[in-house]
C-alpha cells in the first residue's frame, strides 16, 4: 500500500506574480492559508510591485 498523497490531490494555489500554479508542500502545512507566493523571488518581486517607492 502507497503511504501518503498523490501529488495530483494535493490542494494548490494560483501565483500573483507568476500566475503559475503551485502545490502545498510539507514546509507549509502550519501556513497554508497564510501562503501566497510560490517562491522568494515571486514574493520579492511581489512586493516590489505594491510598495511605493
Known amino acids: ?3 501518503g498523497v498523490a501529488k495530483r490531490d494535493l490542494p494548490t ?4 506574480v507568476c ?6 508542500r510539507k514546509k507549509w502545512e502550519r ?3 497564510k501562503v501566497v ?4 523571488r515571486c514574493r520579492r518581486t ?3 510591485l ?3 517607492q
Do not use: N
Not at 494555489?13 to 500573483?16: A, E, Y
Not at 500566475?19 to 502545498?24: G, I, S, Y
Open 37 to 40: 507566493y510560490c517562491s522568494d
Open 19 to 24: 500566475e503559475r500554479p503551485f502545490a502545498w
Open 1 to 3: 500500500m502507497p503511504r
Open 50 to 52: 505594491t510598495d511605493p
Open 13 to 16: 494555489k494560483i501565483c500573483p
Open 46 to 48: 511581489g512586493r516590489a
Open 31 to 33: 501556513d497554508w492559508d
